[in-house]
């Protein structure tokens, strides 16, 4: 990875950043614009929620953060050091050392316990975190040897948090990770990440095009049309637990 200077807020450097980033599909003859210059500063320890409605270019953006997806142009940096031209392989490294993802959909392994689904992550990373400990904290440890189909909607997405972040994740990105829940479900799912967000001390994103979640974010991005037409601090940041919608 190639060093460039990090953007800064004034007071520290970024641990993950973006640079007007573009992002273009070409879809038979038309192009997609899914970004269109956005800029974007993750910090350390901070719970940062990007906020708006489908089709603002929220999942692409966290996806070229993470490292799943490859910008068109602009930059992305790790820790002042840039992610371009990075290939496949170095790519996999970044994702496996620093990242850690939590989607919509859990995407866990039916014939596996939710330890042994944690486990996958165990076995690859290199500084792991024991899966029962990451289990415990999710508040499934009572749970592990139990199988996906025997588990709740909002268990089985904690149980997805806790792979997430069994290899010690400098980031933790979270794509909508409420948005397959009923209310009651979603809070105790959001109550998980901040726990693990403040155990951990991660730098952490969160997207979702529900304002009310917004709340307990230290900073809020607005996304629409491809960039971030708006940010701003929350003087008074919200426990999950005090959310309803």
Request: aromatic share 4%; glycine share 8%; hydrophobic share 40%.
């Amino acid at each position: 990875m190639n060093k460039t200077p990090a953007p800064s807020d004034g007071r520290r450097r970024a641990t993950l950043s973006a640079r007007d980033v573009t992002k273009t599909y070409q879809t038979g003859d038309v192009d997609v614009h899914a970004l269109r210059g956005a800029d974007v500063e993750l910090f350390p320890r901070e719970m940062t929620v990007l906020l708006g409605p489908s089709g603002s270019g929220k999942s692409t953006l966290l996806n070229i953060l993470g490292g799943l997806d490859t910008a068109t142009s602009g930059e992305v940096l790790f820790r002042g050091e840039s992610l371009n031209g990075l290939d496949e392989s170095g790519l996999t490294r970044y994702r496996r050392e620093h990242v850690g993802f939590v989607f919509q959909f859990y995407n866990l392994i039916p014939s596996l316990t939710a330890l042994e689904n944690v486990l996958l992550v165990t076995e690859i990373a290199s500084d792991p975190m024991k899966a029962s400990e990451a289990l415990e904290l999710v508040g499934l440890k009572e749970r592990m040897l139990h199988f996906p189909a025997q588990l709740s909607g909002g268990e089985q997405q904690r149980i997805a948090i806790a792979r997430a972040i069994a290899k010690r994740p400098d980031i933790l990105l979270c794509d909508e990770p409420t948005g397959a829940l009923d209310s009651e479900t979603g809070i105790l799912v959001l109550q998980a990440i901040e726990h693990i967000h403040a155990e951990l001390g991660t730098t952490t994103a969160l997207i979702t095009h529900n304002a009310v979640i917004a709340d307990i974010a230290d900073r809020v991005l607005i996304c629409g049309d491809g960039r971030i037409v708006e940010q701003r601090r929350n003087e008074r940041k919200r426990r999950a637990g005090d959310l309803s919608w």
